[in-house]
């Protein structure tokens, strides 16, 4: 016999549309929660918590996180799990474990270690990985970033044909100009893998081509590809030209804010892809931490090489919503559409990144302030994985959840 618990009394940001008041009803059956109704009036006799003063919201999903709380996915491609097991503490409810370009034999181990996790560390209140993204190896070495050159190589079919959905493989970052990447585009699209095009010298041409083959995105928009010529336009604008996807890191040190502006301008909703592209330093104070086993020295705003090259950066996710919505003054619910229905919809998640009949219960409770939102819980699957509200961690264990 399912459970159903109310919350009740609270506003709700629906992405996209708006905010206003529904009571929500979850269910839970069999250790998975799932949104079973909203209702104006629920019956009584359901254990029902007045969240009057709070917004509910979907989860945050983000597509790019290299690592969290001074742990590196690539090289600690075992700390996956423990790392979900904290990121409700940041208001992500899933997430995709990002291995930067490494060996292939790591990209393997990191396979694994996820696999292997599931269904046991799944069932607990974390947040949920769903797939690795894989970025590099196959990169363009002129637009490396901060990847080990050493290690870049080309797409081979042989390596990569036993990558997909069901393996643990959601997300492939590749340069679409490198010999053998149309057909590695082709047969990764054949896999259902979301392949997006980064680390790029393309020519506008050769970016079309990526799209003509199946890819679908474009990974941190703007970083570490060849810029935009009057006569030939390269990458960046066959990003805006066609129905890409695009990923956006607004800790405003990436992308500058009237970029962002332009892109929300140019762009659908569904196309708009917010990402932290967060390093093992997030969730930590600035020191000196690891990428890839290269040395980020990381202060309050940014985490750089030795030589001021960006690698990856150190923004929150709450924050990263906030800075899009303020930089390109759209409303709170276009800009949480974008790290929650938008990713859901590009993973072709439909159970994920919305609040509607039948989806995961992903929720975060948000206190307003005059700083903006503040977290206050964060509810994964149905279960309360974070909360600093007494009386809501009171309510769950009266409801026999667990925290």
């Not at 819980?377 to 009266?398: E, M, N, P, V």
């Given at each position: 016999?399912?459970?159903?618990?109310c919350l009740?009394?609270?506003?709700?940001?629906?992405?996209?549309?708006?905010?206003?008041?529904?009571p929500?009803?979850?269910?839970?059956?069999?250790?998975?929660?799932k949104?079973?109704?909203?209702?104006?009036h629920?019956?009584?006799?359901?254990?029902?918590?007045n969240?009057?003063?709070?917004l509910?919201?979907?989860?945050?999903?983000d597509?790019?996180?290299?690592g969290?709380?001074?742990?590196?996915?690539t090289?600690?491609?075992s700390?996956?799990?423990?790392?979900?097991?904290?990121?409700?503490?940041l208001?992500?409810?899933s997430?995709?474990?990002?291995?930067?370009?490494?060996?292939?034999t790591?990209?393997?181990?990191?396979?694994?270690?996820?696999?292997?996790?599931?269904?046991?560390?799944?069932?607990?209140?974390?947040?949920?990985p769903?797939g690795?993204?894989?970025?590099?190896?196959?990169l363009?070495?002129?637009?490396?970033?901060?990847?080990?050159?050493?290690?870049l190589t080309?797409?081979v079919?042989?390596?990569?044909?036993?990558?997909?959905?069901?393996?643990?493989?959601a997300?492939v970052?590749l340069?679409?100009?490198?010999?053998?990447a149309e057909?590695?585009?082709?047969?990764?699209s054949r896999?259902?893998?979301?392949v997006s095009?980064g680390?790029?010298?393309a020519?506008?041409?050769?970016?079309?081509?990526?799209?003509?083959a199946?890819?679908?995105m474009?990974?941190?928009?703007f970083?570490?590809?060849?810029?935009?010529h009057?006569?030939?336009?390269?990458?960046?604008?066959a990003?805006?030209d066609?129905?890409?996807?695009?990923?956006?890191i607004?800790?405003?040190?990436?992308?500058?804010?009237?970029?962002?502006?332009?892109?929300?301008?140019?762009?659908?909703?569904?196309?708009?892809?917010?990402?932290t592209?967060?390093?093992?330093?997030?969730?930590?104070p600035?020191?000196?931490?690891k990428?890839?086993?290269?040395?980020?020295?990381?202060?309050?705003?940014?985490?750089?090489l030795?030589?001021?090259?960006l690698?990856?950066?150190v923004v929150?996710?709450?924050?990263?919503?906030?800075?899009?919505?303020?930089f390109?003054?759209?409303?709170?619910?276009?800009?949480?559409?974008?790290m929650?229905?938008?990713?859901?919809?590009?993973?072709r998640?439909?159970?994920?990144g919305r609040?509607?009949?039948?989806?995961?219960?992903?929720?975060?409770?948000?206190?307003?302030?005059?700083?903006?939102?503040?977290?206050?819980?964060?509810?994964?699957?149905?279960?309360?994985?974070?909360?600093t509200?007494s009386?809501?961690?009171?309510?769950w264990k009266?409801t026999?959840?667990?925290l």
């Amino acid at each position: 016999m399912a459970k159903e618990i109310c919350l009740t009394g609270a506003d709700v940001l629906f992405p996209g549309e708006g905010v206003r008041s529904v009571p929500i009803t979850l269910v839970y059956k069999d250790g998975q929660g799932k949104i079973l109704a909203l209702r104006e009036h629920p019956s009584c006799d359901q254990p029902s918590l007045n969240l009057q003063g709070y917004l509910v919201a979907p989860g945050l999903i983000d597509l790019q996180l290299n690592g969290a709380f001074g742990l590196d996915f690539t090289t600690e491609t075992s700390a996956i799990w423990q790392v979900a097991e904290r990121l409700p503490t940041l208001g992500l409810t899933s997430f995709l474990p990002t291995v930067i370009t490494s060996p292939l034999t790591t990209i393997e181990f990191a396979r694994q270690q996820l696999l292997a996790g599931y269904p046991s560390r799944a069932s607990l209140p974390c947040t949920e990985p769903l797939g690795l993204h894989i970025e590099g190896p196959f990169l363009n070495p002129a637009f490396k970033g901060a990847h080990r050159i050493e290690h870049l190589t080309l797409a081979v079919p042989s390596h990569i044909q036993h990558w997909c959905v069901e393996n643990g493989v959601a997300l492939v970052t590749l340069a679409p100009e490198l010999p053998g990447a149309e057909t590695a585009i082709e047969l990764l699209s054949r896999n259902g893998v979301i392949v997006s095009m980064g680390h790029s010298d393309a020519t506008y041409e050769q970016a079309m081509s990526g799209v003509r083959a199946g890819a679908r995105m474009a990974t941190h928009l703007f970083n570490a590809m060849r810029p935009i010529h009057h006569r030939e336009p390269g990458f960046m604008v066959a990003s805006l030209d066609t129905p890409l996807a695009v990923g956006l890191i607004p800790d405003g040190i990436h992308v500058h804010p009237a970029l962002l502006r332009l892109v929300h301008q140019a762009k659908q909703r569904a196309e708009i892809i917010i990402v932290t592209d967060a390093m093992s330093a997030l969730g930590y104070p600035p020191g000196v931490y690891k990428l890839a086993g290269k040395d980020v020295f990381v202060d309050v705003q940014s985490a750089r090489l030795a030589d001021g090259t960006l690698a990856g950066s150190v923004v929150l996710p709450l924050d990263a919503v906030q800075n899009y919505q303020k930089f390109t003054q759209c409303s709170l619910a276009d800009a949480w559409y974008g790290m929650s229905t938008a990713p859901a919809d590009l993973l072709r998640r439909p159970d994920k990144g919305r609040i509607v009949p039948g989806a995961d219960a992903d929720l975060l409770i948000l206190h307003q302030t005059a700083n903006g939102l503040r977290l206050v819980a964060t509810i994964t699957r149905g279960r309360l994985a974070y909360c600093t509200d007494s009386k809501i961690t009171q309510f769950w264990k009266q409801t026999h959840d667990t925290l």
